[in-house]
C-alpha cells in the first residue's frame, strides 16, 4: 500500500512538474539536440582520413567551419579546467612538489606552440595513421597550450591566499579536505577562475590560426576551421574572405559570451567576500531564463541526488577515514613519476642539441634578450590601461554591464587576425618590426591583466567598500589604501600570465608575413618561427630550452619577490 502511495505521488509530482514546462525548456532541448547531431557530425570529421584539406572561402562554408573550431575550443577548456583543478590543488597543497610544479608551470606557460607542436604533431598522427583523431587530439592540446596556465595560476594563487576567518571556520568544523574544497576553498577561487576562463578562451583562439594550419617543412597538417579558413584567406590575399572571417569569429564570441560567459559571471558573484551589500554585479537575460527552466530543475535534484550517494561520508571520523592515509602515498607516486618523465625529456633534449656547436647558442641568447625586453615593454604598457579600466570596470555596476560583453569580445578575438592591418599601419608609419613587435604582443596580452584587475575589484568585500565611503576617503586615498592593496594579488597573476603569453606571441609578432613578404625582428620568436618553418629541431629545441630557461629565472626572482609581497602584506587572509 505504502509503494502504491509512494509510486502515485511520484506521478503526480511529474505530471506537476510537467504543467509548469515553460518554452525555454522546449528551446533548451532543442539546443541539446542539435549539439548531439552537431557532435556527430564532429565525430565523422574524425573518423575520416583526409590526406589533404581543401579550404572553401565561400560564406556559406563558415558555420560548419566555426562549429569545428568552438568544439575544439571547448574540448580544449575541459580538458584545462580538470588540469587547473587537480595541478593547482596539488601545487597548494604540498610544499615538496610545489618546488618542482611551480618552476615546470613557468616552464609550460613560457614553451611556445611551436617549441612542441612539431612533436606533438608527429607522434599522434603516426599513433592514429588511419584516422583524423591524433591530427585533431594535437589541435585541441595546442588550444589547451594556450588556456590552462593562467586558469591554474589563479587556482593555485586563491588557493594560497584564503581568508584566515575561512581557514579557521574550517578548522573549527573539522572540515576534511574534500569538504573543504569543495564548501570554502572553491567559492572562494571561483570568480578569479572564471575571468581566468574568459581569458583562457581568448589565449586559446589566439593561435587558431596556427594550430589549424599547421606547416612543418613540405607537409601540411591542415584542419577545416575558421583558423585554417583567415589562414589560406591571408594567403590568397582574398580581403573578402578575411572580412567573412572576421565577421563570424565576432559573431561566435558574441554567441558564446551571451549564452555562456554572461550567465558564469552571474552566477559566480553569489561566491563574493562581503557582508555589507547584496549587489548584483552583472545580469544576464539567460541566466533568468536558465533559474526558471523546469527541465534543468529536474535535472539538478537527480544530478544532486546522485552527488549525495556518491559523496555519502563514511561513519569514521574524517581524521580517520582512509583518503588521509593514501592520498600523501598517491601524491608521492605522483612527483617520482613526474621527476622520471622530467629526467627522460631532459636526456632526449641533451641528444637533440648535441648537434649545435656553443657557437650557435650566442646569437640565440642574444635573440632572447631582445625578446624579453620587447615581453616586459608590452606587459608594462598594458598595466598603464588595463589597471585603471579594470578597476573602472569592477568596482562599477553600470559599467561592467556595458564593458563586460565588449571586454569579452576584444579579448576573445583572435589579435593574429589583425595583425594584417596593424602592419600596414606600421609599414605606413617607417615603423620597423623590431619596435612594431611590441605593439602585436600587446593586443594579445593586455586582457590578461584587465581580466585579473576585474577579478580583483569585483572580489574586494563589500563592507571594506563601504566603510571607505563612511570614512569620506578621497578618491586617491581610497585607491592608494584600498583599491590598489586589494588588487595586487590579482595583478601579479596578470603580470606573470601575460608576459608568459607575450613570450608565447613573439613567434608570430616577431616573424610576419604580409603580402608574400616575411618581416622578422631580432628576437628569440623569430629564431623559433625560422626553426619550425624550416624542421630545424637542434636550432628549435635550443631556441625553446633558451625561452624556458630566461622565463623561469625571470619567474623565480622578480614574479616570486612580487607574490611574496601579494601574500605577505596585501592579502585579505592578513
Known amino acids: 500500500m505504502q509503494t502504491r502511495e509512494r509510486v502515485w505521488g511520484e506521478a503526480t509530482a511529474f505530471l506537476e512538474r510537467f504543467r509548469r514546462v515553460g518554452w525555454f525548456d522546449f528551446v533548451l532541448l532543442a539546443g541539446f539536440v542539435g549539439v548531439v547531431f552537431g557532435l556527430l557530425s564532429l565525430a565523422g570529421e574524425w573518423r575520416t582520413l583526409r590526406p589533404a584539406v581543401h579550404i572553401d572561402l565561400s560564406p ?26 587537480s595541478y593547482g590543488f596539488w601545487a597548494a597543497k604540498d610544499p615538496i612538489a610545489e618546488r618542482v610544479l611551480l618552476p615546470l608551470l613557468d616552464i609550460l606557460q613560457s614553451i611556445p606552440v611551436l617549441g612542441f607542436m612539431p612533436g606533438i604533431v608527429l607522434a599522434l598522427v603516426s599513433l592514429f595513421p588511419r584516422s583524423n583523431i591524433g591530427l585533431e587530439l594535437a589541435s585541441i592540446l595546442m588550444i589547451f597550450s594556450g588556456q590552462a596556465w593562467n586558469m591554474t595560476f589563479s587556482f593555485y594563487h586563491s588557493l594560497r591566499s584564503l581568508p584566515k576567518d575561512q581557514i579557521e571556520a574550517a578548522t573549527i568544523y573539522r572540515f576534511d579536505w574534500w569538504q573543504k574544497l569543495r564548501w570554502v576553498e572553491l567559492p572562494f577561487a571561483t570568480i578569479g577562475l572564471v575571468w581566468n576562463s574568459m581569458m583562457s578562451m581568448a589565449g586559446g583562439w589566439f593561435f587558431l590560426m596556427i594550430t589549424e594550419s599547421f606547416v612543418l617543412g613540405s607537409k601540411d597538417f591542415r584542419l577545416p576551421g575558421i583558423g585554417s579558413y583567415m589562414s589560406v584567406a591571408v594567403a590568397r590575399g582574398d580581403v573578402r574572405a578575411m572580412i567573412w572571417a572576421v565577421v563570424a569569429m565576432i559573431l561566435m564570441i558574441v554567441l558564446l559570451d551571451q549564452l555562456l560567459w554572461r550567465p558564469v559571471v552571474v552566477w559566480s558573484q553569489k561566491f563574493r567576500v562581503e557582508e555589507g551589500s547584496n549587489e548584483q554585479i552583472a545580469s544576464s537575460w539567460v541566466y533568468d531564463w536558465l533559474r526558471r527552466s523546469s527541465l534543468l530543475e529536474w535535472l539538478g535534484e537527480i544530478g544532486n541526488r546522485l552527488f549525495r550517494r556518491a559523496t555519502r561520508p563514511a561513519k569514521a571520523p574524517a581524521e580517520e577515514r582512509p583518503a588521509s592515509r593514501w592520498s600523501g602515498t598517491l601524491s608521492l607516486f605522483l612527483f617520482v613519476t613526474l621527476i622520471a618523465l622530467m629526467l627522460f625529456g631532459s636526456w632526449r633534449l641533451i641528444a637533440i642539441l648535441r648537434h649545435l656547436s656553443w657557437q650557435e647558442f650566442l646569437p640565440i641568447l642574444r635573440s632572447g634578450g631582445w625578446t624579453l625586453g620587447r615581453v616586459l615593454l608590452s606587459t608594462a604598457l598594458g598595466t598603464l590601461w588595463a589597471l585603471p579600466a579594470g578597476l573602472a570596470i569592477g568596482l562599477s ?18 589579435a593574429p587576425m589583425l595583425f594584417p592591418l596593424v602592419i600596414a599601419l606600421l609599414k605606413a608609419g617607417g615603423v620597423t618590426l623590431d619596435w612594431g613587435s611590441v605593439v602585436l604582443m600587446l593586443l594579445g596580452t593586455q586582457w590578461y591583466i584587465l581580466f585579473n584587475v576585474i577579478a580583483g575589484a569585483m572580489a574586494i568585500p563589500a563592507d571594506l567598500r563601504e566603510a571607505s565611503q ?14 590598489l592593496p586589494a588588487v595586487f594579488p590579482y595583478l601579479v ?34 629564431q623559433i618561427s625560422l626553426a619550425a618553418e624550416h624542421a630545424d629541431f637542434p636550432r628549435l629545441a635550443a631556441c625553446v630550452m633558451v625561452m624556458a630557461a630566461i622565463v623561469v629565472l625571470f619567474n623565480r626572482t622578480i614574479w616570486r619577490w612580487c607574490y611574496r609581497i601579494a601574500e605577505e602584506q596585501f592579502s585579505l587572509s592578513k
Not at 555596476?397 to 583572435?414: D, G, K, N
Not at 597573476?493 to 616573424?511: D, K, L, P, Q, R
Request: net charge positive.
Open 397 to 414: 555596476t553600470r559599467l561592467s554591464r556595458i564593458f563586460q560583453p565588449i571586454v569579452q569580445i576584444a579579448a576573445s578575438f583572435p
Open 60 to 85: 556559406s562554408a563558415l558555420p560548419i567551419y566555426v562549429f569545428y573550431s568552438l568544439s575544439r575550443g571547448l574540448l580544449a577548456y575541459v580538458l584545462s579546467l580538470a588540469f587547473t583543478l
Open 470 to 483: 563612511s570614512y569620506r576617503l578621497g578618491m586617491r586615498l581610497r585607491a592608494t589604501s584600498l583599491y
Open 493 to 526: 597573476t596578470g603580470w606573470v600570465t601575460a608576459a608568459g603569453g607575450a613570450w608565447n606571441a613573439s613567434i608570430v609578432a616577431e616573424y610576419v608575413t604580409f603580402k608574400g613578404r616575411v618581416f622578422a625582428a631580432n628576437g628569440l620568436g623569430a
